[in-house]
């Protein structure tokens, strides 16, 4: 399989535990995006990779998210201290040098007890 | 704040049947509009549009752009129970090349009944 590819599919966690996401993208793709999705919603936008930049954030993010892409290559998405707010299925989508779109992995989901 | 609108919310319809999806915006830097389909987790692409009054088209679905009007629809003709899913809208904002930073509606939610 040469898509996105994201692990764990699904996560359950206790309130106030860590968790952390990963995501390998599409391997000529340079950029990598974060987003959450809720039930009933669409996907929002969390972050978004060039390479090893964290070129943006949203406000979304807040200081108990944090994502890393070392090397260019795969990314992690931390969550600490999770709270029940936190539960959402999380997305990763990349996309390749040019104005083109993104292509979605099949997200991991999230429920903090 | 950048918005996008869909609407219905929900639909169902019989197995044949034509349906049109709408997508409103309201945005401060547009740059493009892209239709994903989302059946269970991973949102597919379907088309990406920039231009006003051009039709994409792709086997029974086909989307077009009002960049005057700030709307955009998905007509899907001769509708499967294969079709049924959740059709995301989305618009780029960024003036910057190539990203992909995405603002997503809520979804319309497609039902076909055989």
């Known amino acids: 399989d040469t898509g996105v590819s994201q692990d764990p599919r699904h996560k359950i966690t206790k309130r106030g535990q860590n968790v952390t996401f990963r995501c390998d993208p599409i391997?000529?793709?340079?950029?990598l995006y974060w987003y959450r999705q809720t039930l009933g919603q669409g996907p929002e936008f969390l972050t978004y990779?060039?390479?090893?930049?964290?070129?943006?954030k949203s406000r979304l993010l807040s200081d108990r998210f944090s994502a890393e892409r070392p090397k260019g290559s795969f990314s992690t998405l931390e969550i600490q201290r999770t709270e029940q707010g936190d539960s959402a299925m999380y997305l990763c989508?990349?996309?390749?040098?040019?104005?083109?779109?993104?292509?979605f992995g099949q997200g991991t989901r999230l429920t903090v007890v | 704040e950048d918005k996008v609108v869909q609407s219905p919310l929900s639909l169902v319809v019989h197995e044949g049947d034509t349906v049109t999806l709408n997508c409103s915006y309201e945005?401060?830097?547009?740059?493009?509009l892209l239709w994903y389909k989302q059946e269970k987790k991973a949102p597919t692409f379907l088309f990406m549009l920039?231009?006003?009054?051009i039709e994409k088209k792709s086997g029974r679905l086909s989307s077009i752009l009002d960049k005057k009007e700030l709307f955009s629809i998905l007509n899907i003709t001769a509708t499967q129970t294969g079709d049924s899913a959740v059709y995301l809208c989305?618009?780029?904002?960024?003036?910057?090349?190539?990203?992909?930073?995405?603002?997503f509606g809520q979804g319309t939610r497609l039902t076909i009944n055989p």
């Open positions: 989508a990349s996309s390749p040098t040019g104005f083109t779109e993104a292509f």
């Open positions: 391997s000529e793709h340079n950029r």
């Open positions: 990779f060039q390479n090893e930049a964290q070129l943006e």
């Open positions: 945005v401060t830097n547009f740059r493009s």
């Open positions: 920039t231009s006003s009054g």
């Open positions: 989305a618009f780029s904002p960024s003036l910057i090349q190539g990203a992909q930073k995405l603002v």
